[in-house]
Each structure stands twice: as structure tokens, then as C-alpha cells.
């Protein structure tokens, strides 16, 4: 069992940063590919972001390519989201979520832990 706990969430001003962090629990996190998951009031949770085990894959959706990065760091089982330029549009309660194999994913049902989530809410 991997537990994930996010954090770094709040409000922000249009055009602002905001950087979530993802921490996991276990050790098996550095053979884990990692997603970023969002889901706004009235919508379906939809893919962000995803990284692969070893953080040499990435990708994002095309709503957020070019504004926000994704990372980790294996050493101290934490992920990343570096949220920039930010939009009313990105509000939404952020959820992280890891997979019990290395290849990275787009699909939410193919992860098998998920965080309780971190809300970003970004006013116009």
C-alpha cells in the first residue's frame, strides 16, 4: 500500500505560480510511474501530467503544456507540479496518483493509489 499525501495548494491571482508537492509513503515509489490528476466542481477528473519511474518520460495535457512542470525526486519519494501562468480555468482540487508499474499513463484507471487531494483555486 502506497500512501500519497499532496500539499502546496491555495489561492492565486491569474498569471500567478503555485508548486504542489506529491510525498509518498513507501520506498517503491522510485519504481512507480506518477500522474497528476484534477477535477473541478461539476467535471470529470482529467489527466494533467505524468512522469515515469525514473522521471526521463513526461507528459502533459495540451491545456497545461508549456505552463506547468512535472518532476521527482526518487531520493526523498516526492513529486512535483510547478504550476505557472495560471488560468481560472486550472481551478480545480489536484490529486496525485501512482501506478504500480514504471511506464507512465494517461488514463486514470490505470493508477492504483491516489492522494486525498490539494485544491488550487486561481481568481480572474
Known amino acids: 500500500q502506497v500512501q500519497l499525501v499532496e500539499s502546496g495548494g491555495g489561492l492565486v491571482q491569474t498569471g500567478g505560480s503555485l508548486r504542489l508537492s506529491c510525498a509518498a509513503s513507501?520506498?517503491?515509489?522510485?519504481?512507480?510511474?506518477m500522474g497528476w490528476f484534477r477535477q473541478a466542481p461539476g467535471k470529470e477528473r482529467e489527466f494533467v501530467a505524468a512522469i515515469s519511474w525514473r522521471g526521463i518520460s513526461t507528459y502533459y495535457a495540451d491545456s497545461v503544456k508549456g505552463r506547468f512542470t512535472i518532476s521527482r525526486d526518487n531520493d526523498t519519494n516526492t513529486m512535483y507540479l510547478q504550476m505557472n501562468k495560471l488560468k481560472p480555468e486550472d481551478t480545480a482540487l489536484y490529486y496525485c496518483?501512482?501506478?504500480?508499474?514504471?511506464?507512465?499513463?494517461?488514463?486514470?484507471?490505470?493508477?492504483?493509489?491516489w492522494g486525498q487531494g490539494t485544491q488550487v483555486t486561481v481568481s480572474s
Open positions: 513507501q520506498r517503491r515509489f522510485g519504481t512507480s510511474a
Open positions: 496518483a501512482a501506478r504500480s508499474k514504471q511506464e507512465l499513463s494517461l488514463m486514470p484507471t490505470s493508477y492504483d493509489f
